[in-house]
């Protein structure tokens, strides 16, 4: 059974940091490509970044990049999510997903998700 589980979310002020983990079982981890979506209130799942299975290759949405950071620990099964500078407009249920393949920036391509974990900025 391929699980995927989040953790590391919480309430942080606007400027500061937080870093997401994202630990899988149940799967061939390193030949899994990983992403990092995030979803707001009344707003669709949106792509925050990716990572390639060897971890060579990352992907970021323009309003993360330079702000966020992906990397991988293949001997933990575990994908990381570095955000710093937080803004209010980051606050958002955060997921990963695995997929085979090439990072994708449709959530519909990735095979298996996490449950989430909520970060929530204030100003």
């Known amino acids: 059974q391929v699980q995927l589980v989040e953790s590391g979310g919480g309430l942080m002020q606007a400027g500061g940091s937080l870093r997401l983990s994202c630990a899988a079982s149940?799967?061939?981890?390193?030949?899994?490509?990983i992403g990092w979506f995030r979803q707001a209130p009344g707003k669709k799942r949106e792509f925050v970044g990716g990572?390639?299975?060897?971890?060579?290759?990352?992907y970021y949405a323009g309003s993360v990049n330079g702000r966020f950071t992906i990397s991988r620990d293949n001997a933990k099964n575990t994908v990381y999510l570095q955000m710093n500078s937080l803004k209010r407009e980051d606050t958002a249920v955060y997921y990963c997903?695995?997929?085979?393949?090439?990072?994708?920036?449709?959530?519909?391509?990735?095979?298996?998700w996490g449950q989430g974990t909520q970060v929530t900025v204030s100003s």
């Open positions: 997903a695995a997929k085979g393949y090439e990072v994708n920036v449709m959530p519909g391509a990735y095979s298996y």
């Open positions: 149940g799967l061939a981890f390193s030949s899994y490509t």
């Open positions: 990572i390639t299975a060897s971890g060579n290759s990352t």
